[in-house]
C-alpha cells in the first residue's frame, strides 16, 4: 500500500457508535482508512455493522442521520454519492428526468445545461429510455437501480458508496447493475457492501472482513481474503463462488431419500387469472402431484406471481381450479414475498400460535407445538418481541414457521430466499426440503436458478402470461425413473 | 399519471398552476357572499359547462365524479330543505317542515357545493404535481423544503395502495377475514394501520435520508429544471372565470329566472 500513501486519504479513527436506547457501543474504536482509488468491498454478517460505518464514511451519520458517534479522527470525502438497498425510496420524482434534474437543482445548475446533462447520465449507466420523461414507476428495479447510479453520477462523486444496492434486484438486474458500476467507476473510489459477491469481485480489489461484532477481522487483497478465510465466509452466510456445491453438492441431493407419488393435488382446466380486466395469465390443462417441488420461473411481469395467486383464489380467476386436499383452507398455505405482510399479531409467540388458534385447539397441545416450532426455527430467544423488531432473517423464518405449524400440505411461496443470505437461505431451503420429503407439495417462484437445477423436480417457464416449457429437473426424472 | 386522467391534454393545463389555484380559491370565498339564487342557478350552470368543455379526465370517470359531486350537493341541500325554518308552508310531516324559505335556502346552498365540486375537478383534473409545486416555488415563494416533501409523497401514494392489496390477500390467506363481528372488525383494522403505517414511515425516513444525500438542503438557493411562467392562457383562463361571474350577475338581474334574489331573506 505504500504507493497509494501519496493520495488523499478517507476515513475514520477510534470511532464510537451507540444507537439511541441501547447500553451498548454498537461499534468500538473502529479504525478504518482508504485512499483515492481504491475499490474496496465489506463482508461480514448481517447486522454486523457494515452497512453503519458505510453510513459514518459517506457523512450520512450523524449529518442525516442522528446518531452520536465520536471519533479520534474522521475525513469524509467531500463529493460523494450514496446507492441504498430499496429501489423504491430513493427518488423524490415522478420521472426520469426530473430525477436527475433534482440533484443538478441541488447544485445549482444552469438550467440551459440540465437537458443534455440528464442525457449524458443516463448513456453512462446504459439506461435506454424511448424518452428521458418516463415514469419511474414504469421501471423495473434494476433499472431503477441504474436510475439512482445515473443521479448519483450527477453530484460528481469522487467516492462512490454502495450499500448492498442489489439486495432486492433479480439475477439479471443485478449483473446489469455492476456492469454499469464497473464502466462509470473506473477513476473513483467505490465502496461495497454486499452480500452477493459473484460479479463484484471482478472488479474490487480490497477486501475487509468483519466479525459478528463489527471488529474487522481481516482487510487486505482480495485473493488473501478468499483463501484464507474460507470457512468464515461461509459462517458469515456470504455467497460466494462454490458455495451451492459446497452446500447442496448434486451428487448428494440425488441420494436423498424421495417420495414418489402420482396423487395428483391441483388440477387446473381452462384457468384464467385476471389483475383487473386483463387476463394476465391463462392455462388449459395444468396438474401438480403430492411430494413435488415445482420452481416457476421466468421474467419480471411474465406472471409468476399472477399464477400462484390465482391459484390461491387470491384475484379474480375463471376456469376450473380442483385442490385435491381435505379442506382447501387448512392444507393450502401462501408464503408472501414480504414476510411482514402477513403479521397479524404483536409477539411472535402469538404470531406462531395462530394459525392454531383459529384452527381451534387445546391449549397446552397449541403451546407445546409453539414451542417446539421456536426452538426448530431458532425464534426462542425472541419470542416476546414484535415481530417487526426482528431482523431480515428472523422475520423470513418466522412466517414460514407460522404458516407450515398447522401442517398444511401444499405451500405456495412467492420469492422467499429473496434478499436473504447465504446462512438463511441454506436453513429455509433444508427446511423446505424436510418437508417435502414428509409429503409435503412446493409450489415455489424463484429466480434463483440454483435452486431450480439443484433442489426442484419439475421447473415451469411462463413467458407472457402463459407456460413455455414445463419439464422435470434431473432430480424429478430420477424420480419418475424409480415409478416406472 | 395513467389512461384515466391526463391533465396535459388540456389547454388549462397550461394556465399557471399558482395563478389558477389562488383565482379558484378566490371564487370560493366570493361564492361564500352570494346570496342571490338566481345568480347561483346561472353561474353553476356555466361552471359545470366549462367543466365538460375543459377537464382533463376520461369521459366514464368524469360522469361518475359528476354524478358524485351531484348526489353531494342533493345531500347538503336536503338538509336545509326539509328541516330549515320558514312560514310559507309547503309540506309538513312529522319533523320534515319544508318551506318556501327553507326550499330556496336547500337549493341554493345544494347549488353551491355543486359549483365547489366544478371548481375542484376542473382544477384536480388540469394539474398535475410537478409544475403545481415548481410554481408554488417559484411564484408564491413557497420554501422547496415543503414542495419536495409533498412531491415525495405523492410517489407513496400508488406504492401504498398495492400494498393495501397485498395485506388485504395475506389476511385473508392467514385467516383473518374469516372471524366476523366487531371486535374482528377492529383488530383487521388495527392491523392494516399498524402495518401501512410502519411501512410509510420508513419510507419516508429513506427517502428523507436519499434526498440529503443527494445535496438537497433547506437553505441553499436552487436553480429549476422547470421555468413555471405566465402566457396568454392564463389571460383567457381569467377572462373566462370573470365573464362566468360578471355575466351570471347581468344576466340574472335583466331575466331573474325566480323570484328568490335573497334567499337569506325571511319572506316574500
Known sequence: MMSLTNREAFGVTDLRLVFPKEKDLFLKDLTFQYHQGEKILFLGPSGCGKSTLLQVLSGLIPNSIEIPIKTKDSRIPKRCGIIFQDPETQFCMPYVDEEIAFVLENQQVPKDDMKDLIDQYLTAVGLKLNHRHQLISTLSGGMKQRLAVASVLALKPDVLFLDEPTALLDPKGTEDLWKTVQTISKDKTLIIVEHKIDHVIDFVDRIVLFNFNGQIIADGPKELIFNQYKSELRQYGIWHPGIWEETFPEEEILKLPQEVSTDPRLILKNFRAYRGKQVKFEVSQFQINKGEWVAIVGENGAGKSTFIEGMMDLIKTKGDRIWKVKNEKDDVSFLFQNPEYQFVTDSVEEEMAFGLVIRGGEEEEIQLKVNDALRLFNLDHVRHLHPFQLSIGQKRRLSVASSIIHKPSVILLDEPTFGQDARNTFSLLRQFETMREEGTTLIMVTHEEEIVHRLATRKIRIHNGRIKSDEKTKRGMQLEGVVT | ?268
Open chain 2, 1 to 268: 399519471m395513467n389512461t384515466y386522467w391526463n391533465p396535459n391534454q388540456k389547454w388549462l393545463a397550461r394556465v399557471n398552476p399558482s395563478l389558477k389555484f389562488l383565482t379558484i380559491a378566490a371564487i370560493f370565498m366570493i361564492y361564500l357572499f352570494v346570496h342571490n339564487f338566481n345568480v347561483m342557478l346561472v353561474s353553476s350552470f356555466a361552471f359545470f359547462i366549462f367543466y365538460l368543455f375543459c377537464n382533463g379526465f376520461s369521459k366514464k370517470l368524469s360522469f361518475w365524479l359528476v354524478a358524485m359531486t351531484f348526489i353531494l350537493s342533493v345531500f347538503s341541500a336536503s338538509a336545509m330543505v326539509f328541516f330549515g325554518k320558514g312560514t310559507h308552508m309547503l309540506f309538513e310531516w312529522h319533523l320534515i317542515t319544508i318551506s318556501i324559505e327553507s326550499m330556496t335556502r336547500g337549493l341554493h346552498l345544494g347549488l353551491r357545493t355543486f359549483v365547489y365540486g366544478m371548481l375542484g375537478l376542473i382544477f384536480a383534473s388540469t394539474t398535475e404535481p410537478v409544475p403545481f409545486f415548481y410554481s408554488v416555488m417559484q411564484q408564491l415563494r413557497i420554501p422547496p423544503k415543503y414542495a419536495y416533501s409533498f412531491l415525495a409523497a405523492f410517489r407513496l401514494i400508488p406504492i401504498m395502495i398495492e400494498e393495501y392489496r397485498i395485506i388485504r390477500a395475506a389476511m385473508k390467506v392467514r385467516g383473518m377475514s374469516e372471524e366476523k363481528g366487531l371486535r374482528a372488525f377492529y383488530r383487521r383494522m388495527k392491523r392494516y394501520a399498524i402495518i401501512l403505517l410502519a411501512q410509510a414511515i420508513r419510507r419516508a425516513q429513506r427517502i428523507a435520508v436519499a434526498m440529503e444525500a443527494k445535496q438537497f438542503s433547506m437553505v441553499k438557493k436552487r436553480t429549476y429544471y422547470y421555468q413555471i411562467g405566465f402566457s396568454r392562457y392564463d389571460v383567457l383562463f381569467t377572462c373566462l372565470i370573470l365573464l362566468i361571474i360578471i355575466g351570471s350577475w347581468i344576466f340574472s338581474s335583466y331575466v331573474p329566472l325566480t323570484p328568490y334574489n335573497n334567499v337569506l331573506e325571511r319572506s316574500y
